[in-house]
């Protein structure tokens, strides 16, 4: 089963922090999640100030950097079969996904511990152009590979 990953963060360098992560897999499911307390706004470039902030939903969608772990990791032990993590930015996205997803030393048992670089694969059509918000991304990204 392919989980198609996108992330929003703070800045394009190796100090990106968190902002919002979303995985939207072949089967429909969908996951997502803002964190609170991973980013202030003063990490953050100029165009995430502009563009990705304003579009963070907030409400149920935002918590704490332990309670976004504990729900990514629930999501994902709902699948049986091993899970492959697609995403159209490995150096960034998948990154920050580990960090979620890699806790107290343990990996998430069902889940391929490398990710399968979208720009390598045969897209079905151009998709849309990406809004930046991690979740709308991640639906774009999948109806243009399933």
Not at 44 to 61: A, K, T
């Amino acid at each position: 089963m392919r989980l198609f990953l996108d992330c929003e963060f703070t800045e394009l360098s190796q100090q990106a922090k968190l902002i919002s992560l979303a995985l939207v897999a072949e089967d429909d499911r969908e996951f997502y999640v803002e964190l609170l307390d991973a980013w202030r706004e003063e990490d953050c470039s100029d165009f995430v100030r502009e563009i990705v902030l304003p579009q963070l939903w907030g409400g149920e969608y935002a918590m704490p950097v332990i309670e976004a772990r504990a729900a990514l990791l629930r999501f994902l032990a709902t699948y049986e079969e091993e899970l492959e993590i697609v995403t159209d930015a490995p150096a960034y996205d998948w990154e920050l996904f580990c960090e979620l997803a890699y806790h107290d030393g343990k990996w998430p048992q069902n889940v391929r511990n490398f990710p399968i670089d979208a720009t390598t694969l045969t897209a079905k059509n151009d998709g849309e152009e990406l809004p930046h918000h991690a979740l709308l991304d991640a639906r774009i990204i999948t109806s243009m590979f399933s």
